[in-house]
């Protein structure tokens, strides 16, 4: 319930007391929303991210820049809220960003799925939110030689999709999901 970004970090401990999820336990889901409720005092997430966009165009940049925001609101730390909001890296992530990814997509592409909030990152810079289904696919089909599911994996099968369509490469990542997920193309490999 994000309306409760909008109470006192009392009040928010106070209605998410007993609530866990996944790998967050209650003290780390009451942090996680005490953190994104001083963001929203202080900054938009369209503005936090498209000032690190801006710079070199590279939502990358704009990733890292969040990731560092989060750190400077909130010194909390555990294993919970650390894998909710990823780890910083130094020079180049290892890990495939795909959450982050993701949620590009959703606020830049705007179609049928996307809802295309986030009108000054072109879709031409996004990164495909690539997941372990995509990734098999990806090999399966060519699109990717890099066996390790990781950021460069990330890059490698963004720059092949850009070939297809140098304007809006992340356009493919459903369709890749979805065939991945669905193992239908398991039936073609015999």
């Not at 928010?12 to 003290?27: H, S, T």
């Not at 963001?39 to 498209?50: I, P």
């Not at 092949?160 to 369509?165: I, P, T």
Request: hydrophobic content about 35%.
């Amino acid at each position: 319930d994000f309306s409760l970004l909008n109470l006192q970090e009392k009040q928010i401990k106070k209605e998410l007391k007993n609530l866990k999820y996944r790998f967050q336990n209650e003290k780390d889901i009451q942090e996680i929303f005490i953190t994104l409720s001083r963001l929203k005092n202080e900054s938009s997430l369209y503005e936090l991210f498209y000032q690190a966009y801006q710079e070199r165009e590279n939502t990358t940049d704009a990733i890292l820049a969040f990731m560092q925001k989060i750190k400077t609101l909130n010194s909390y730390s555990s294993y919970g809220y650390d894998f909710f909001f990823g780890k910083i890296w130094q020079n180049t992530p290892t890990s495939p960003l795909k959450r982050y990814n993701m949620y590009l997509r959703w606020m830049v592409r705007k179609d049928e799925l996307d809802l295309g909030l986030f009108t000054k990152i072109h879709t031409k810079d996004l990164l495909i939110p690539l997941d372990t289904h995509a990734h098999k696919i990806s090999l399966t089909l060519g699109l990717l030689k890099r066996k390790i599911y990781d950021y460069k994996s990330v890059l490698e099968l963004t720059q092949n999709l850009k070939k297809l369509d140098a304007n809006d490469p992340i356009k493919y990542d459903f369709a890749l999901y979805r065939l991945g997920q669905s193992k239908e193309i398991d039936k073609f490999k015999e």
